[in-house]
């Protein structure tokens, strides 16, 4: 979308961030507001009007029974779909642990890979709507942790990082990316923007690049390179501070999610 048009959209008296949009007096803006709106996949992720007092005074008042629910958007039930994929996957790690059978950890891999997917899709409904929700911000991030952050942790664990270093590393990895997440939360309105109004670049490595982990180790799987096969052995084993020299990459990449030096462009 071209500057124009888009400062147009932000400053356009006749959105209010209802389902519907009102129809402009000025006509040159219905193809503009109709391209907006054309598609989920889109791939515009310039800012949303924000939540007016009508939203935060129907989130405070407690006239009517489930009110919260009533208040949520549909962009949140689909966040919320995110953080139950990633609580699937975590039960799938748990009853591959104990029955040991290799479907069910690759069944945590797929649900991490679909919390992805819910990921992609609740900002693209919003914008389909042109609605922006009071907890989508916050919603979206506790989702990610759930789905980016705690899920492949505990894959790695489910599939032989157990030993007492192993986990203080992925210990490390899960706060990395709570950290960067709170971070997020806080400075999102800081960062530099385009004319479109969208942040120029992330602040240290987005939660979700922990994909490309969880396919590595989907890929353990697949080769049967688990518990006593993983790549590079153990060092010192048997013995203090035993360690797999592989869990060392869910400490770079958590070192990789709270740095404040990289910065990576937003597409």
């Known amino acids: 979308m071209i500057p124009e048009q888009s400062h147009l959209l932000n400053e356009n008296p006749f959105v209010d961030g209802n389902d519907e949009f009102d129809s402009p007096m000025n006509g040159s803006l219905s193809p503009v507001l109709s391209r907006r709106a054309s598609s989920i996949f889109s791939m515009d992720t310039s800012p949303l009007p924000p939540p007016n007092d009508t939203d935060l005074q129907k989130f405070t008042d407690d006239n009517l029974h489930f009110s919260m629910i009533r208040n949520l958007h549909l962009a949140d039930y689909i966040t919320m779909l995110n953080g139950f994929s ?40 919003a914008r389909l709507r042109h609605r922006a929700s009071l907890m989508g911000q916050e919603l979206d991030s506790l989702a990610d942790m759930i789905s980016f952050g705690v899920a492949p942790a505990t894959i790695a664990f489910a599939i032989g990082f157990q030993t007492t270093v192993d986990v203080i590393v992925l210990s490390y990895f899960i706060l990395c990316g709570l950290t960067r997440l709170a971070r997020f939360n806080v400075t999102v309105n800081q960062l530099p923007k385009d004319v479109s109004g969208k942040s120029k670049y992330f602040e240290g490595l987005p939660i979700p690049t922990s994909l490309v ?50 910065k990576i462009p937003k597409l």
């Open 213 to 262: 982990l969880v396919l590595g180790m989907a890929l353990f799987v697949k080769c049967d390179r688990i518990s006593d096969n993983i790549p590079l052995g153990i060092i010192r084993e048997g013995k203090f501070l035993e360690f797999h020299p592989v869990v060392l990459i869910f400490f770079i990449h958590g070192c990789g999610l709270i740095s404040k030096s990289l």
């Open 86 to 125: 990633g609580f699937y996957s975590i039960i799938s790690c748990l009853r591959f642990t104990l029955t040991g059978k290799p479907h069910y950890v690759q069944r945590a891999h797929f649900f991490i890979f679909l919390g992805m997917c819910f990921d992609f899709l609740d900002g693209r409904v």
